[in-house]
């Protein structure tokens, strides 16, 4: 522009391994070169076959995470120029490992005439990169690169090495309380410059960013697009600031997607793959169907096992709304239904992109970064594509499975728009120059990283070779070097350093020694965007949100002793759950969950008691015949879970059963124990008036006595079955005192709670006086219920507290009061009530919203 020009040639950028890839078609194409180019997706596919097809190979170890290591390793032994002999003749496990794998590798190149990026760099020809190059943003150059550059330069290549020239301007460290006070801080610093100069370019440097990326980004839109923790706007980096640090390409949602899809059709999915598929913008017709596709989600939580083929899921979609969805999946079906069960990877990879297209991924309008993501995944399939002769036949699921491999070891980064504040990482900044840099992190605990020496090359050879990172000594070296080229980068540079990590202190980097610390730093100072929101509130009208409208003569009141239960641990959630039908996602897991476990020993045991009907009948029997019918009675509980149930499932279902027996035996044991009594009702349904409402009971057994009087007995088998469930204020289990009103207060002499678990199992409980039922409590008696002389009395209390919580529920009391404390652990409504936000904990923190 300086010189007048309205356009002229963009600079033909591209990194090292580009320039090799690129001098070696070059040279081939001139024929100064033999040999077929080895694209390093298929090198890496070529690893892994050697590393797996090794017969020395201790099976415990990750053959995929040997097989990266060994390809780096390959890589660091071509670039530092370590020879395969002293490998060879190093002769422990590790070194002998790779020396095997190498040859093999090293002969399969040689067979097929094929060259890859390590061993191309040694013989491409210095015409190819005629007429010259500079080199950006090196901070240390490989032995190879010095000998290649050196010798292209002898043969007359213009190579210039572009350093960044030192910048007058101030430097200054100054520390903070942790790695979050100083992200914090550094974006304020950025905004104060922004804001006086919006031309400025800025950088901030976070060392450890590509793992701590969520939560830098969602430090720094609190601070410069604070909106978006209100609205959760689409992609605010691209507006304000650019998060450069590159992610592996199967990390980028578009991608993920991708691989999802494919494993739900050759596999069987998850339920939260699914969910995260039907949720998916990714897929035909996401944006019409968003709602139904979510509520479809939800209905299969709580309808179906932990895994759903996508056969099932295309019927559960057409009959549960989602027409699009229903129609994409059988197309999809309709591709996998001709992919034949083992192929070639050129094959694979052309079904792989028509299935794809039949779902329509990637959705009706993917963003610029969805674009390139999409574009780049395409390449990898084509390249994937390119390697029948590594890789031979695979399976539809070996086909996806290598996708996936291959996708996670590409970093992508998109090409974003430009924008006034780049967030970086000390590599990816090599090279650029800004207006002002805030360097995080610099403590001597991660500054400079510690040595991670390469474990396949033989250690002296690493350290006389210059490894990267093989030493503590080459480690600061380097740390050295960088810091050096990031306080030439920019004219006005921070650095910074936290003072704790966890609970343990953290010191300066001794690399800081003679780095005055910052004078002054510029902090934009604008409150957060609840606080700027609340000072321009409008006049507001005041509403107590504490209640629902009172429950009207004509509502049917539901959830039985379960409302009072609700009730009694938090107003909100009684009127949430069984007024406004709130109800958490539920979160299905393999195997039987502590609530259908309850269920089926009520189950076991009302198939046992119907049967037997007396305790008479109990005593009767022997040690086998009363085997022989707890055993007719697990087995008829567990029929129905046993008839739909898998493979798996089947065998977990085994487990249970004994499980189940070894209960139930000790439960009859417990029962023959007692005088005798007869089964008064079994689950038997009663109405009960309590307070001003009319609730519809269910007791789980009701004994009949040997006087006539009632024994009135829960089921359980989890921990919370104590006495004192009964006896506070607001009781936690308050279902038994409400089954005494249900019955009539005067024919009931016993309550007890059957706890049914492992070296537990027998009753607690309290009963109207001594000898009615062996082992319960009596009010006045030794270990009875404190403060109540007689059952009478207790059972005045039971009736006062039940008739209150009735009355708080009638009147639609929504208090947020859960009661004990801790009910909000057990309870999934935490998104509706925003308990969090009430007790003044930052939402979105808590739930990790990256
Ligand atoms: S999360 Fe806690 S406060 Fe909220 S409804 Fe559940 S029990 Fe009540």
């Not at 001098?23 to 596919?45: E, K, N, S, V, Y």
């Not at 039907?278 to 895994?307: K, N, V």
């Not at 204020?729 to 024919?747: K, M, T």
Request: with cysteine; charged share 25%; aromatic share 6%.
């Amino acid at each position: 522009m300086a010189r007048g020009l309205d356009v002229w040639e963009t600079r033909d950028v591209v990194t090292w391994d580009e320039l090799v890839e690129r001098m070696f078609l070059l040279d081939r194409r001139a024929g100064r070169i033999d040999g077929r180019w080895l694209p390093p997706a298929a090198a890496q596919l070529l690893w892994a076959r050697i590393v797996r097809d090794d017969p020395q190979l201790n099976p415990l170890l990750s053959q995929a995470g040997l097989a990266r290591a060994a390809a780096q390793s390959w890589r660091l032994m071509h670039d530092y120029g370590i020879p395969a002999d002293a490998i060879d003749a190093e002769g422990n496990v590790e070194t002998a490992a790779f020396s095997r794998w190498s040859r093999e590798y090293r002969q399969r190149l040689r067979e097929r005439d094929l060259v890859d990026l390590a061993t191309a760099q040694s013989r491409v020809h210095a015409a190819a990169a005629a007429p010259g190059i500079e080199l950006v943003g090196f901070d240390r150059l490989t032995p190879l690169q010095v000998e290649l550059t050196a010798g292209w330069a002898r043969e007359g290549i213009q190579v210039r090495t572009v350093a960044c020239p030192a910048q007058p301007g101030t430097v200054g460290y100054v520390r903070y309380l942790d790695a979050t006070a100083e992200i914090d801080a550094a974006a304020r610093w950025a905004a104060a410059l922004l804001d006086a100069d919006a031309g400025r370019r800025v950088a901030i440097v976070v060392p450890d960013l590509a793992s701590r990326r969520d939560e830098v980004r969602r430090r720094i839109e609190r601070v410069l697009t604070p909106e978006t923790g209100l609205t959760g706007g689409a992609e605010p980096e691209t507006r304000a600031f650019e998060i450069a640090a590159a992610r592996p390409l199967s990390r980028q949602p578009v991608v993920a997607a991708a691989l999802e899809l494919l494993d739900a059709f050759v596999g069987t999915p998850d339920l939260p793959t699914l969910g995260r598929l039907l949720r998916s913008p990714f897929i035909a017709g996401a944006e019409r169907e968003a709602q139904a596709r979510a509520r479809l989600d939800a209905r299969l939580r709580r309808a179906t096992g932990p895994g759903v083929r996508i056969a099932d899921l295309e019927s559960h979609a057409a009959t549960g709304g989602c027409p699009l969805l229903a129609d994409a999946l059988a197309d999809g079906a309709g591709v996998l239904a001709t992919w034949p069960e083992k192929s070639f990877p050129s094959a694979c990879s052309e079904y792989v992109l028509s299935l794809l297209k039949s779902v329509g991924w990637p959705g009706a309008a993917p963003g610029s970064t969805e674009h390139q993501a999409e574009q780049r995944w395409r390449g990898l399939v084509s390249e994937f594509g390119g390697c029948d002769e590594f890789v031979g036949r695979v399976s539809r699921r070996e086909a996806v499975g290598q996708l996936r491999d291959l996708a996670g070891r590409v970093l992508f980064e998109p090409r974003e728009l430009q924008v006034p504040l780049l967030v970086t990482d000390p590599d990816s900044s090599a090279g650029m120059r800004f207006d002002a840099l805030w360097v995080c992190g610099l403590d001597a605990a991660h500054w400079p990283r510690p040595a991670a020496p390469d474990p396949f090359l033989p250690r002296h050879l690493q350290l006389q070779r210059g490894v990267r990172g093989a030493s503590a000594a080459i480690a600061a070296e380097e740390a050295r070097e960088v810091l050096r080229r990031l306080l030439r980068s920019a004219a006005q540079v921070v650095l910074s350093v936290p003072e704790m990590e966890d609970d343990a202190p953290l010191m300066p980097s001794p690399l800081l020694a003679g780095i005055p610390a910052a004078v002054e730093i510029d902090q934009w100072q604008a409150g957060s965007a609840a606080t700027t929101t609340f000072r321009h509130r409008p006049v507001l009208e005041t509403l107590c949100d504490r209640a629902l409208p009172p429950v009207g003569v004509d509502e049917r009141t539901r959830g039985g002793a379960r409302l009072l239960e609700l009730q009694s641990a938090c107003p909100f959630r009684a009127q949430a759950e069984l007024r406004l039908g709130a109800r958490g996602l539920e979160e299905p897991a393999p195997g039987v969950d502590a609530s259908e476990r309850g269920d089926l020993v009520h189950r076991s045991l009302a198939i046992l008691w119907r049967e037997l009907a007396t305790q008479a009948a109990l005593v009767a029997l022997d040690a086998a015949g009363t085997r022989a019918v707890v055993r007719r009675a697990v087995a008829a509980a567990l029929a129905d879970a046993r008839r739909s149930a898998g493979e798996l499932m089947s065998q977990l279902l085994e487990l249970e059963a004994d499980w189940l027996e070894a209960r139930v035996l000790e439960m009859v044991e417990a029962d023959r124990a007692r005088p005798p009594f007869e089964i008064e009702s079994l689950e038997r349904s009663m109405p009960a008036q309590i307070g001003p409402l009319r609730l519809d009971l269910r007791p789980d057994r009701v004994d009949r006595l040997g006087d006539g009087s009632l024994a009135v007995i829960d089921y359980k088998t989890g921990a919370s079955a104590e006495v004192s469930a009964w006896l506070d204020e607001r009781p936690r289990l308050p279902q038994l005192p409400a089954y005494v009103e249900a019955l009539g207060a005067g024919r009931v002499a016993a309550v007890a709670f059957a706890r049914v678990r492992s070296g537990d199992t027998g009753y607690v409980g309290i009963a109207r006086r001594d000898g009615v039922f062996p082992g319960l409590r009596v009010p006045g008696g030794r270990g009875g219920p404190k403060g109540y002389a007689s059952w009478e009395a207790l059972l005045a209390d039971w009736k006062r507290r039940l008739e209150s919580l009735a009355a708080e529920f009638a009147r639609g009391d929504a208090r947020l009061a859960p009661d004990p404390a801790n009910a909000c652990e057990y309870c999934r409504l935490g998104a509706l009530c925003r308990i969090a936000a009430l007790n003044g904990v930052p939402e979105a923190e808590e739930a990790g919203d990256g």
